[in-house]
């Protein structure tokens, strides 16, 4: 038999339901990006030029982040939250502890149930890997920047 599992704010799961709906979530999260990068006009993956895309990076992350180019595209551009603006998605390699981020950077991990999102206690040799998003991301200002 196995152990109850207690999520905040979702109620009591046991383990193969909360594995199946991590899995759910994920799929979810994977059909939603292809539904992105699918929509004409919507999504732009070869538009903006990669030193562009580093310097946003850059700019609104500091050193903590760098650009996984080793991934082909490696970002993907498109109106992610109707606000009209353009957003840009980022494969990143962490480079950096939390401390090393702006405060205003929202760290999130959609397989994580506790409420606090663990960030790798040393990046530098665990060689994580996440997504980095910025609302805005042509404004002077954006508007939102998630990991």
């Not at 760290?107 to 040799?125: R, S, V």
């Amino acid at each position: 038999m196995t152990e109850p599992l207690r999520l905040t704010h979702v109620g009591t799961f046991n383990q193969t339901t909360a594995r199946s709906f991590r899995l759910a979530l994920s799929l979810l999260f994977l059909a939603l990006f292809g539904f992105v990068a699918a929509t004409p006009g919507n999504a732009q993956i070869s538009a903006p030029q990669s030193a562009a895309v580093s310097a946003a990076l850059q700019t609104n992350f500091g050193s903590a982040l760098a650009a996984s180019t080793a991934f082909k595209p490696f970002y993907m551009t498109g109106d992610f939250n109707g606000d009209g603006a353009q957003d840009i998605v980022i494969v990143v390699l962490v480079k950096a502890g939390r401390s090393a981020l702006p405060k205003d950077v929202r760290i999130l991990n959609p397989f994580e149930f506790q409420g606090t999102t663990k960030f790798p206690a040393n990046p530098t040799t665990e060689n994580k890997l996440a997504l980095a998003i910025i609302h805005g991301w042509k404004n002077p200002q954006a508007s939102a920047k998630y990991l």
